[in-house]
């Protein structure tokens, strides 16, 4: 061999194993490195050149600025970051998983020239720390920016459109349990990050960009093995329509969760989430439009809804419907009754409005002048008899029947005569009353609103203190003839008379068939006992057309 191709061959020798002897030192120096080769990624993150402590510090700094919004309403009401809620990233165990995974890349030769030349993907369950007092905490209704909004119960309501009741629907408020809230968001958080529980109370979680671990199913049990001979045994029908319930099951569950996880505005961006308060988290109001109860009372009520009781009070009506007295009732079951006081009030009401006894009565006279009577001199008029009233009220009201009538009155005084004759309204006098003015020693007589009879009169001598009476009083009763008889001693006297017609305390409107002078100042030292003394042809009209009841006005 010639000595240059010699001396060629050793140079080229002397090449290789120098670039060997740098080759294996550089292959020693990489797996002598506590940083990960080129090409590594782990959960979806190249951390090339990285040592497991950098790209722990990456995750923690990454962790740290995640964040929870809560929302509602499509507003943002809760903010708070991962550590704020207790969530911290478990530095050491991560590091050390890390470690793991960047030694398992220098195993040996074979395994690092792999890792070279391919790179390696790591999957990582990322573990975290929980502070269950920091949560708690941070997690509270009172966190919110927005203010609870209260329940509103299904109730029954009138429509006037209908007629009728209806059950107006109850509105959801936004009101929830601390409790309930935790345990929600606590879901949302870990079922983004956290999978699992350490023994030692270590929550590990991983992170949104890998893919969940699978934990190998354990062996059948003897059981299990029996039921899946029995099912493959099974004919081929049963197992399709097995499958065809399964696959529905399964469907609906898709469709359930799909549901839950779907709500407008939720996202996930790295370490933070987004998520809309679920309606299933507040609480229920107490009474909705699907209670059965409610449902039946509303059937039971409407059973009254066309009824109407109409008090008569001469062409003037008052009309109680079913819209003022549905709040009335009250049903226990299949009973029905009315709240006492409700109809009491109702009818004291009533009474305010239109009695027209013992009250104070502004009349008008013939002069066109105004008289006011206090309510000690109105003796005539109408009285509501109000405890029987009430109960009357109840029975025509839980008869279901419309009713129309007057209201009960006292009818009659302590001695048995008629307190009224007619009204229209709340004027109880109607057109038809007898007008007596001692001042004018006149009498007029009003019937059904016109001027019937008029004429002087005589009325109690006021020399003798034998007035007579002013006032509103009405007609006791008729008689004739009668005979009068009053006084004591030596002002004893009996007279008889052909008309006499009483209104109170023994004076009456009558005839004086022995006076021949009525009117002027006949009064006064020879007026009568406290009568009216009427010529016997006024009285005999007055008497032939006036019916007991009939009021009578005197005013001086």
């Not at 009456?508 to 009568?528: I, P, Q, R």
Request: aromatic share 10%.
């Amino acid at each position: 061999m010639k000595k240059g191709i010699f001396l060629g061959i050793l140079v080229i020798i002397a090449a290789l194993a120098t670039f060997a002897g740098a080759g294996a030192y550089y292959m020693g120096s990489l797996q002598r490195g506590n940083a990960f080769l080129q090409g590594s990624v782990v959960n979806g993150k190249d951390v090339s050149g990285q040592t497991p402590a950098q790209v722990t510090a990456g995750y923690a700094s990454e962790i740290a600025a995640g964040e929870v919004v809560l929302m509602e309403d499509g507003k943002e009401i809760f903010r708070a970051t991962l550590p704020e809620l207790g969530y911290a990233l478990d530095e050491e165990a991560f590091e050390a998983s890390l470690t793991g995974f960047m030694e398992s890349e220098k195993t040996d030769r074979d395994t690092l020239m792999q890792s070279l030349v391919n790179g390696n993907e790591f999957s990582l369950d990322i573990p975290f720390t929980f502070s269950e007092d920091t949560y708690k905490k941070a997690v509270t209704k009172k966190a919110f920016t927005a203010k609870r909004k209260e329940n509103t119960n299904a109730k029954i309501v009138y429509s006037d459109e209908e007629g009728k009741c209806i059950i107006q629907p109850e509105v959801q408020g936004t009101k929830l349990h601390d409790k309930d809230l935790r345990e929600w968001l606590k879901k949302e958080i870990d079922v983004v990050f956290v999978t699992k529980t350490d023994p030692d109370g270590k929550a590990s979680a991983q992170s949104g960009n890998t893919s969940e671990e699978q934990t190998p199913a354990a062996p059948p049990s003897d059981g299990e093995k029996a039921e899946q001979k029995k099912a493959d045994a099974a004919p081929e029908g049963e197992k399709e329509k097995q499958k065809s319930a399964d696959a529905a099951s399964e469907g609906k569950k898709a469709e359930t969760d799909s549901a839950a996880a779907a709500q407008p505005g939720d996202k996930t961006e790295g370490y933070s989430i987004v998520r809309t308060i679920p309606s299933s988290l507040y609480i229920v109001p107490e009474l909705t439009a699907s209670n059965k109860r409610l449902q039946k009372k509303c059937s039971m009520l409407n059973e009254y809804a066309d009824e109407t009781i109409t008090y008569v009070f001469g062409s003037v009506t008052e009309t109680l419907d079913f819209k003022d007295f549905m709040n009335w009732i009250k049903i226990k079951g299949d009973e029905v009754t009315l709240r006492q006081e409700k109809v009491t009030e109702y009818v004291s009401g009533l009474a305010e409005k239109y009695n027209t006894r013992y009250r104070d009565r502004v009349f008008t006279t013939s002069w066109g002048g105004e008289v006011t009577f206090p309510a000690g001199l109105n003796e005539y008029g109408y009285t509501i008899l109000e405890e029987s009233e009430a109960a009357q009220l109840t029975q025509d009201i839980l008869s279901g029947q419309s009713v129309e009538r007057e209201p009960i009155y006292l009818t009659n005084n302590d001695w048995g005569d008629p307190c009224y004759l007619s009204r229209n309204g709340q004027d109880d006098l109607n057109g038809t009353y007898v007008e007596v003015s001692i001042g004018a020693q006149h009498m007029w007589y009003y019937l059904n609103g016109a001027l019937f009879l008029e004429s002087d009169v005589v009325t109690g001598d006021v020399t003798l203190d034998q007035g007579t009476a002013s006032g509103v009083f009405p007609l006791a009763f008729k008689e004739s003839p009668a005979t009068l008889k009053g006084g004591e001693g030596k002002k004893k006297y009996t007279t008889k008379v052909q008309y006499w017609m009483p209104f109170y305390d023994g004076q009456g409107l009558h005839d004086a068939w022995w006076k021949t002078v009525f009117g002027g100042e006949e009064y006064k030292g020879n007026g009568s006992h406290g009568c009216v003394n009427l010529p016997s042809s006024v009285a005999e009209t007055l008497y032939n057309n006036i019916v007991p009841g009939t009021p009578i006005v005197i005013y001086n």
